[in-house]
């Protein structure tokens, strides 16, 4: 008998991507997208033309609007945004398979871990978590990229690695969740200061001290939520941050840019934007620090600058004027 399918939700920039790095490696993929119309023109035409222009889809990718498509699947891939996660879960039925969590964030509303979320969701699934350095474009064309699976069971990791994983998309198992969580929510949010610092003309300095600050505070973060601090010192903490607060062709980054550079807040909000999860997550960040009596300047100064409280002038002051650790 053909192994079955893997399922991907959402047709995006990432969900596409890693429906295509997974045909690529010989397995069957379904892809799925809510917007029926823009499935049927990707489908004719085997371009993802908003989101992957050029990159042209294998053949062994099957895409589709139905959400019954999917029930074949023992794999699904869950690559909406963050904030759209749960209400996606809803749509799917629950058959007891295995759910990889492809988004990066917090949940708004909850300020949940997004494990925590689908987990009330989806209590018959058992959960795992896709993290690490990884721009879409690059997975599409099938550039080398490492990156992290985690789940509670380093068994079920490990199968998912072997499963999913390929010679130029490598995957490493693990089963501190919290921390691989933590890390992939948080650097967004840091990446948003670091662009800033780009966009203010600050310096390399600056942003390397930035950076670095940053990881400190998701390191505390996530320790206080349980995870091992080793995780923040690998692919799904500072590989990850690396590649996002470092390039512009970081959605989170260049959102920060543009702040930096006068861009007025509404027009980076609007509607026709780019998504970017740092927005959404630094809130919940500082609001679940609180609960673990943690500082997050950095996060607490982007969560400032978005609800409109601060200027990006007086968030810079603000983290400037903030007497140094005593330790580094």
């Known amino acids: 008998m053909p192994e079955p399918a893997i399922g991907v939700v959402g047709s995006g920039s990432w969900g596409t991507a890693l429906a295509q790095v997974l045909a690529r490696s010989?397995?069957?993929?379904?892809?799925?997208?809510?917007?029926?119309?823009?499935?049927?023109?990707?489908?004719?035409?085997?371009?993802?033309?908003?989101?992957?222009?050029?990159?042209?889809?294998?053949?062994?990718?099957r895409l589709t609007a139905?959400?019954?498509?999917?029930?074949?699947?023992?794999?699904?891939?869950?690559a909406v945004p963050a904030q759209h996660l749960r209400a996606t879960a809803r749509r799917l039925s629950d058959r007891g398979r295995v759910l990889v969590i492809c988004a990066k964030g917090l949940e708004r509303s909850s300020h949940r871990r997004l494990s925590e979320a689908l987990?009330?969701?989806c209590p018959d699934c058992a959960l795992a978590v896709l993290s690490g350095p990884s721009?879409?474009?690059?997975?599409?064309?099938?550039?080398?990229?490492?990156?992290v699976v985690a789940a509670a069971g380093i068994g079920l990791a490990r199968e998912l690695a072997e499963e999913l994983g390929s010679t130029s998309f490598r995957l490493y198992p693990g089963d501190d969740l919290v921390g691989v969580e933590i890390g992939a929510a948080l650097k967004n949010v840091v990446a948003i200061a670091a662009g800033i610092v780009m966009g203010r003309g600050l310096g390399e300095n600056a942003r390397a001290a930035l950076i670095t600050r940053g990881l400190a505070e998701i390191t505390r973060l996530g320790t206080a939520l349980g995870a091992r601090p080793a995780t923040f010192t690998g692919l799904a903490g500072m590989g990850d941050l690396l590649l996002t607060a470092t390039s512009l062709s970081s959605r989170?980054?260049?959102?920060?840019?543009?702040?930096?550079?006068?861009?007025?807040?509404?027009?980076l909000l609007g509607s026709d934007a780019p998504l970017c999860e740092g927005v959404w997550t630094?809130?919940?960040?500082?609001?679940?620090?609180?609960?673990?009596?943690?500082e997050l300047p950095v996060s607490h100064a982007v969560a400032r600058i978005?609800?409109?409280?601060?200027?990006?002038?007086r968030a810079v002051e603000t983290l400037l004027a903030r007497p140094p650790a005593a330790r580094e």
Do not use: K
């Open 26 to 61: 010989g397995h069957e993929v379904v892809l799925w997208g809510r917007d029926g119309a823009a499935m049927a023109r990707i489908a004719r035409s085997r371009v993802n033309g908003r989101y992957l222009p050029g990159i042209v889809l294998h053949p062994a990718i």
């Open 66 to 78: 139905d959400p019954l498509a999917l029930d074949g699947c023992r794999i699904l891939l869950l």
């Open 119 to 121: 987990a009330e969701e």
């Open 135 to 147: 721009f879409a474009d690059e997975v599409a064309r099938g550039l080398p990229t490492a990156l």
């Open 252 to 267: 989170n980054t260049r959102f920060g840019f543009e702040l930096g550079c006068g861009a007025p807040l509404a027009t």
């Open 282 to 294: 630094a809130q919940a960040a500082c609001e679940l620090a609180a609960e673990q009596d943690v």
């Open 306 to 313: 978005i609800e409109g409280a601060w200027s990006v002038d």
